[in-house]
T-cell receptor, first 114, second 113 residues
Framework: NAGVTQTPKFQVLKTGQSMTLQCAQD?????MYWYRQDPGMGLRLIYY???????DKGEVPNGYNVSRLNKREFSLRLESAAPSQTSVYFC?????????????FGEGSWLTVV | QKEVEQDPGPLSVPEGAIVSLNCTYS??????FMWYRQYSRKGPELLMY????GNKEDGRFTAQVDKSSKYISLFIRDSQPSDSATYLC?????????????FGGGTRVLVKP
């Protein structure tokens, strides 16, 4: 039962460097999300993809780009990392159908920008 | 002001006590209410799910929703050290694009043996 898998788990970047966080889900879910979690701020939505082929901005999209590569995979790219992007990043997925449709999370990626 | 407010804690209780957690929210369109549990250095996992107002019980856990007061609660009976975690409330409106959730900041709970 892999669920939502994200890589890498830990990464240290220098200011200005770029990197991509990878995410894949094996639950055949239509919707996928990227959240960041900061102390005292809770989980904030960066971008989401309601279905394959679509992406939309969430609450805090600045400095990020995303790609919904196919139904399984949704990547998050930092083009020019800044210290303010030091955070824990969670990928998640959801099946839009069903009354009790909700969101399932990956294990998280700890990113430090120095 | 945040749409969903949650006391960050930490909330420390002795083993066997009742843990009481709550969230307040401002968006009257929220209809679906969830509680997630997050252990240290792990992703959140769904604990309870309720729709609209009312109570829901699942083992030692009871979730309550009072839409008139825009207030939701989670009670944990007979708390165990394994319940030590951060508890996040989350909610969404009917037909929210992509089933987007709005989260509270989380309450850290520590159950002492």
């Amino acid at each position: 039962n892999a669920g939502v898998t994200q890589t890498p788990k830990f990464q240290v970047l220098k200011t200005g460097q770029s990197m991509t966080l990878q995410c894949a889900q094996d639950m055949n879910h239509n919707s996928m999300y990227w959240y960041r979690q900061d102390p005292g701020m809770g989980l904030r939505l960066i971008y989401y993809s309601a279905s394959e082929g679509t992406t939309d901005k969430g609450e805090v999209p600045n400095g990020y780009n995303v790609s919904r590569l196919n139904k399984r995979e949704f990547s998050l790219r930092l083009e020019s990392a800044a210290p303010s992007q030091t955070s824990v990043y969670f990928c998640a997925s959801s099946d839009r159908s069903g009354f009790y449709s909700t969101i399932y999370f990956g294990e998280g990626s700890w990113l430090t920008v120095v | 002001q945040k749409e969903v407010e949650q006391d960050p804690g930490p909330l420390s209780v002795p083993e066997g006590a009742i843990v009481s957690l709550n969230c307040t929210y401002s968006n009257s369109a929220f209809q679906y209410f969830m509680w997630y549990r997050q252990y240290s250095r792990k992703g959140p996992e769904l604990l309870m799910y309720t729709y609209s107002s009312g109570n829901k019980e699942d083992g030692r856990f009871t979730a309550q929703v009072d839409k008139s007061s825009k207030y939701i609660s989670l009670f944990i009976r007979d708390s165990q050290p394994s319940d030590s975690a951060t508890y996040l409330c989350a909610m969404r409106s009917e037909g929210a694009a992509g089933n987007k959730l709005t989260f509270g900041g989380g309450t850290r709970v520590l159950v002492k043996p």
